[in-house]
């Protein structure tokens, strides 16, 4: 079953979706307009550059220390969780055993992110990126 | 800050408290954990970095669709490829990912 089917499936979750993670695409399951979805997706296409950013600072401090490649990032709010597990993205109530399984379902379902994920995120600046990145 | 608390989660590796500017200032390390004090130092500034862009966005987000529920924020995690760091406040806990209790740790920052 597809990622956010299966996270859709699962009570409790708001919304699902993949972000723009090659570019502008993005698509979405649940409780958001298109332009929320358009909003979620360029939040979580920042923050894992930004946390990318930082594991490449932290990597160069104490190289091969189990930060490298970041594999996703979470935002606890009051009441909604924000996930973020490589280009998929979920938005779930803050319910008992809700994120840890949610985790669990886009950790196994993504897998691995692999070094690859900064060189796709800037594929839209054309040129060779990875070059120019590494 | 009790960290012996937060060292007693499931796979932690580390657990740790910060300023308000990200300086380490306190800090208990797993016996044959890689982690050090100057990892430490270098994750709480950006633990810092990422709870303040966070905040900015629960609210941003929430002015901008009306909807509830981010804020106030109750923490950051970021999943690495072998451990996370979970933050609230001015404290953290590293945990290895597969034996990481994110919920049990949000709730153990949340009550420290």
């Known amino acids: 079953m597809h990622i956010v089917k299966q996270l859709m499936a699962i009570p ?6 993949e ?44 190289e091969n220390c189990g930060c490298r490649p970041v594999q996703g990032w979470i935002v606890r709010g009051a009441n909604v969780t924000v996930c973020a597990v490589g280009n998929y993205f979920s938005f779930i109530e803050n319910r008992e055993d809700l994120l ?11 897998g691995d992110v692999q070094d690859d994920l900064l060189a796709n995120l800037y594929a839209r600046l054309g040129g060779d990126t990875r070059e120019a990145l590494y | 800050m009790d960290l012996q608390k937060l060292m007693d989660l499931p796979g932690a590796l580390a657990a740790f408290t910060y300023t308000d500017k990200g300086d380490l200032q306190s800090h208990v390390l797993r016996e044959g954990t890689e982690i050090t004090a100057q990892m430490l130092d270098l ?20 002015a901008l669709t009306g909807q509830g529920g981010f804020q106030p924020l109750k923490g950051f995690s970021v999943v690495g490829l072998e451990w996370s ?28």
């Open chain 1, 19 to 62: 972000y723009a993670y090659r570019g502008d695409r993005f698509s979405y399951q649940g409780a958001l307009t298109d332009e929320f979805a358009r909003m979620a997706s360029i939040l979580c296409r920042a923050n894992t550059l930004s946390v990318n950013m930082q594991s490449e600072i932290f990597d160069s401090f104490a």
């Open chain 2, 85 to 112: 760091v979970v933050v609230n406040g001015n404290a953290g806990v590293v945990v290895k990912n597969r034996d990481a209790d994110y919920e049990a740790a949000f709730q153990a920052l949340q009550a420290a």
């Open chain 2, 43 to 62: 994750l709480t500034r950006s633990c810092v970095a990422n709870l303040a862009i966070a905040s900015m966005e629960a609210r941003g987000w929430e």
């Open chain 1, 12 to 17: 409790g979750v708001i919304a699902a979706g």
């Open chain 1, 100 to 110: 840890n399984d949610v985790m669990t379902i886009m950790r196994a379902k993504v």
